[in-house]
């Protein structure tokens, strides 16, 4: 019991001396740049934020595991960070990682090293979730920063895809739950100074137009949310844009707009005879 | 002045200091127990409201004063349940839990991870089943991938179920042909699986191979491929309503250890149990988010493909009206997957609308006596397309195929 409050108020007290607090707040924020493109680095004012949560919404096909993959694979290569990815819809697939980082440098050995940087959790329901959540909070990361790589980023695909089913009805665990993993992240994201990411789906409310899953208690959660959306009527599919609807640093609603294709440039360039022909059949 | 120390101090008028007093005697009593266990288990941090009990008996637990998992471990169930106010039938079933949570394969998937390099070559080990129409594997990359959840939407009629018996047909293709020579359980809800037709498929699958067949252990490999050996490893189950086929799903994972050569379930199909007789439509959301996730851990843990049919519904929107897939809008999410098959005149296409490695891609298909085939108009043909009987001319005016959907 004793132990206890002074865990809590150990961090208030830090915060109340004046030296100390100033120094920790001002030294250890930084972010980091994710060379996503250019756009919808603007989009997150210059990138994403290690201590903040950051969520991506959007519908289905919308985009939000690539743009989870190309973010993993630009901190890996080009930062040589760890990145650590928790995959609850089986969606992480290690070719298109491969791809991705083809793309970027031909050689075969970056490419291996910057794929090894990439640690995968594969958890299916929230326990396995909170478990997973809880063992890096307690060891899992220390572990990774002690074998000489540093850990800067914590992906989450998806944290709906887990929560929806234990939410509404006559279940009264749901809300609960929803807050301890709230809470895991965001004790992870100030502990240890790592920028979270994390995907979520999309519901219509009553007048059809899209919002972010989960209900408004989740809302509260992520600093910063970018709704994606798929661009309708052109020719190329893989236009999407990016919509800022929550953010403490940008005005809301802006919209930047941005290619998938953009990440797999040299596949799009041995497109084959047969391809073409797909192409011309697209409706 | 002498109070007794019992164990529900918290309702009722007690003084905050006589709370206090017996909160701090009761850690310290635990603290004693704690000492006992030195060994550093993993189990150590995870906090009691995160484990899968149900809620009543986790506030019993942290109301006697359990706050981590570390402390219930080396409990006995007596002393649990003298402790905690609980039955003794309850108190074993919180060990078992306990117990359960830190065998090894489950601590094993929440704690260790793979790396990225890892999951690459457990990918290419995989393997993907072939739906004989070329273009279609092309566009998925090989074949509907071991280890996803597919999703197959189309109008009636369109061909769903004919590729459905098509991909239970393929993924018994002998291993040297470049199949995955596995067998299939197919999960039927709306009654529409055929013998016959899949008799049709495999002979049509036997007498391709046979066409192929090159080496001698093509060769060897071929004498066991028969048309009642692809229909002996073909496991049929029948559902009637939804309530079936989440028992069937529940209980997949032992029929799945006792047949560990499966690599395919095809549930034909989601929708139908599911649309109709549920009033509440929340209701029915949540148990497919739940199925879905089931889904995905079999497909993950047991290496196999789950292919999943739905129907697809009319949306009105500025007065104009679309067919989308049913199962409403976060349905959407939970497949890995999702392939649109839909009509274009007289032309069938399927689309890729959503896939985590692959790009989107629009192609056509054809439904023939042998099966799913390719369109007669693609430029690389299989040797079975010699059966199409008119030649490929105009789009338009290319005959219907007899099929059986």
Redesign the interface.
């Known amino acids: 019991?004793?132990n206890r409050i002074s865990d809590l108020l150990g961090p208030i007290i830090d915060l109340l001396n004046p030296e100390k607090s100033g120094n920790r707040l001002l030294r250890e924020v930084f972010f980091l740049q994710t060379f996503l493109t250019h756009n919808l680095d603007k989009l997150l004012d210059s990138g994403l934020y290690t201590g903040e949560i950051t969520e991506l919404t959007g519908?289905?096909?919308s985009g939000k595991?690539?743009v989870c993959?190309s973010v993993a694979v630009n901190i890996s290569h080009q930062l040589k960070q760890t990145v650590?990815y928790i995959d609850?819809?089986?969606?992480?697939?290690?070719?298109?990682?491969?791809?991705m980082l083809q793309t970027k440098t031909p050689n075969m050995e970056e490419q291996?090293e910057a794929?090894?940087?990439?640690?995968?959790?594969?958890?299916?329901?929230v326990?396995?979730l909170?478990?997973?959540l809880?063992?890096l909070?307690?060891?899992?990361l220390q572990k990774a920063s002690v074998g000489g790589g540093s850990v800067k980023t914590l992906m989450v695909d998806?944290v709906?895809?887990?929560l929806?089913?234990?939410?509404?009805?006559k279940q009264?665990?749901g809300m609960?739950?929803l807050m301890?993993v709230a809470g895991e992240l965001k004790m992870i994201a100030k502990d240890f100074n790592i920028a979270v990411l994390m995907t979520n789906?999309?519901?219509?409310d009553g007048n059809?137009h899209l919002k972010a899953?989960l209900g408004q208690s989740w809302s509260h959660v992520p600093r910063t949310r970018v709704l994606l959306q798929r661009v309708e009527d052109t020719e190329t599919?893989?236009l999407r844009t990016a919509t800022l609807t929550k953010s403490s640093r940008q005005a809301c609603h802006l919209v930047e707009e941005f290619d998938l294709?953009h990440w797999?440039e040299e596949?799009r360039t041995s497109i084959s005879?047969?391809?073409k022909?797909?192409e011309r059949?697209?409706? | 002045m002498h109070t007794p120390h019992s164990r529900s101090v918290g309702g009722g008028n007690a003084p905050f200091w006589l709370v206090c007093q017996t909160a701090i005697k009761h850690q310290k009593k635990k603290k004693k127990k704690k000492k006992r266990k030195s060994t550093v288990n993993s189990k150590m941090h995870r906090t009691v409201p995160s484990l899968p009990l149900a809620p009543s008996m986790k506030v019993k637990l942290i109301n006697a004063g359990f706050q981590v998992a570390s402390d219930l471990t080396d409990m006995r169930p007596l002393q649990l349940c003298k402790e905690a106010g609980i039955s003794q039938e309850e108190a074993v079933e919180v060990l078992q839990v306990l117990r359960d949570d830190g065998q090894p394969h489950q601590q094993r998937a929440a704690t260790e991870s793979l790396t990225a390099l890892d999951l690459l070559h457990q990918e290419q080990a995989l393997g993907s089943i072939v739906t004989f129409c070329s273009a279609l594997d092309d566009a998925l990359g090989g074949g509907v991938p071991v280890g996803k959840t597919t999703e197959i939407c189309g109008s009636p009629g369109v061909g769903k179920t004919q590729l459905c018996m098509q991909l239970a047909v393929d993924v018994q293709i002998p291993v040297c042909f470049g199949g995955l020579g596995g067998k299939a359980l197919y999960i039927d809800t709306e009654g529409s699986f055929l013998v016959q037709r899949v008799a049709d498929m495999a002979e049509a699958a036997v007498q391709h191979c046979t066409l192929l067949a090159e080496d001698t252990e093509q060769r060897q490999a071929l004498e066991e491929l028969t048309v009642e050996k692809i229909l002996s490893n073909l496991f049929l189950v029948r559902c009637h309503d939804y309530v079936e086929l989440l028992a069937e799903v529940y209980l997949l994972p032992d029929f799945l250890s006792e047949h560990p050569e499966v690599r395919l379930v095809v549930i034909d199909s989601i929708a139908f149990p599911f649309r109709h007789d549920f009033e509440d439509l929340s209701q029915r959301t949540r148990l497919l988010n739940g199925l879905a996730q089931q889904l995905i851990q079999l497909a993950t843990q047991h290496s196999l493909a789950v292919v999943l049919t739905n129907q697809m519904t009319t949306r009105v929107s500025n007065g104009q009206s679309k067919l989308v897939p049913a199962l409403g809008e976060s349905w959407g999410h939970a497949a890995t997957q999702r392939l649109i098959l839909h009509w274009e005149g007289l032309r069938r296409l399927a689309s890729l609308y959503k896939s985590p490695s692959q790009m989107e891609a629009t192609i056509q298909y054809q439904i023939t006596v042998q099966g799913f085939r390719d369109a007669p108009d693609e430029p690389r043909t299989t040797p079975d397309s010699s059966a199409v009987s008119s030649p490929s001319g105009n789009h338009s005016k290319r005959p219907r195929m007899e099929d059986l959907s």
Not at chain 1, 94 to 99: C, E, G, S, T, Y
Not at chain 1, 115 to 125: A, C, G, H, N
């Open positions: 019991f004793i519908s289905p096909g595991t690539q993959f650590f609850t819809k089986s969606g992480m697939c290690a070719n298109r990682l491969l791809q291996m794929l090894q940087k990439i640690k995968v959790f594969r958890v299916f329901d326990f396995s909170l478990a997973c809880q063992h909070r307690s060891n899992g998806s709906s895809a887990v929806s089913s234990m939410l509404g009805g009264n665990e609960s739950l301890q789906h999309v519901t219509k059809g899953g599919s893989s294709c797999s596949r005879g047969k391809r022909l797909e059949s697209k409706p």
